[in-house]
């Protein structure tokens, strides 16, 4: 009982870090473009996970791997952090944050469809149940309710949106064959991820200095979204009797993000948006039920 009390400080912890990076992302894309966000808080993550696996006496793992597991974190290094967070910040540079963040949040459904054709899982009901739900979710938000106003928002922010759950989801779904350390195995996706990150950068906009602003939002966002959240999640799961019981408070996450967006950001938020955000997470949950009791 005492662990799982932690267990869910952790959890909530995580939730609610997890729950103001999309304020953060749209208020650091003010000062930098996507390419220099993505580049100078990848430096941060690094520094942040060397420095949590050097206390723990395991930074020495990064250095014991075998040619095949550094190739791995090569590819994922490509897939995540460099591609999945260059088309993520993209998005949330060209759409609402309140737009972004949930059709972003639909990759727990993504990841379910590309386990059909990867991981030979079979299709089932639940899946397809789910889909047109969550689906339905998305059209709601990105059209505010009428296809009129589809041309409000920017499709291109949308299609990137939705595209980086594709790239999350394929990300995830090699790192279930990946039995390394996870923060091991993080911090090296990230130290092979940097060097695509870097010459996409100098063959785009070059590099120059962020400035205080643009390096405090870079700071933040390399530390609670790349970073320490991801240990603490971790932790969470360890110490929980059923992991389930700390995976659903990840659905208070959207949630509180709103209301984040509408304070700290200074968004309106659209009727609509909770609507959609609603049927979005009624969708993970029918999925998610489902998975459960099959």
């Not at 949106?161 to 923060?183: E, F, G, K």
């Not at 970073?227 to 999640?233: D, H, Q, S």
Request: glycine share 8%; proline share 3%.
């Amino acid at each position: 009982m005492k662990n799982q009390k932690k267990a869910y400080l952790y959890g909530l912890i995580t939730v609610l870090l997890w729950s103001t990076v999309a304020s953060a992302f749209k208020i650091s894309l003010r000062y930098l473009s996507p390419i220099h966000l993505l580049f100078y808080s990848s430096l941060v993550s690094i520094t942040v996970l060397s420095l949590i696996l050097s206390a723990q006496g395991r930074l020495g793992l990064i250095l014991s791997y075998s040619r095949k597991e550094y190739l791995s974190s090569l590819r994922l290094g490509f897939l995540n952090p460099f591609l999945y967070y260059l088309i993520l910040f993209n998005a949330y540079d060209l759409l609402p944050a309140q737009v972004a963040q949930p059709l972003n949040y639909t990759w727990a459904l993504t990841l379910a469809f590309l386990s059909i054709p990867m991981l030979k899982q079979k299709i089932h009901l639940r899946e397809i149940a789910a889909g047109l739900i969550c689906y339905l979710g998305v059209v709601i938000i990105s059209s505010k309710g009428t296809f009129m106003h589809f041309a409000s928002f920017n499709l291109m922010g949308v299609a990137l949106a939705l595209a980086s759950t594709v790239v999350w989801s394929l990300s995830w779904i090699y790192n279930t064959r990946d039995s390394r350390d996870p923060a091991a195995s993080l911090l090296l996706a990230f130290l092979f991820g940097l060097p695509f990150i870097f010459i996409a950068a100098l063959a785009t906009k070059g590099l120059h200095s962020p400035g205080l602003k643009g390096l405090l939002g870079a700071l933040y966002v390399g530390t609670f979204e790349m970073g320490i959240t991801f240990v603490f999640w971790l932790k969470a799961l360890r110490l929980s009797e059923n992991t389930a019981r700390v995976g659903n408070l990840i659905f208070l996450s959207p949630f509180l993000s709103l209301i984040f967006i509408h304070f700290i950001v200074g968004e309106r938020i659209y009727a609509t948006t909770i609507v959609g955000l609603v049927l979005i997470i009624t969708g993970l949950m029918v999925q998610g039920v489902g998975k459960d009791a099959g």
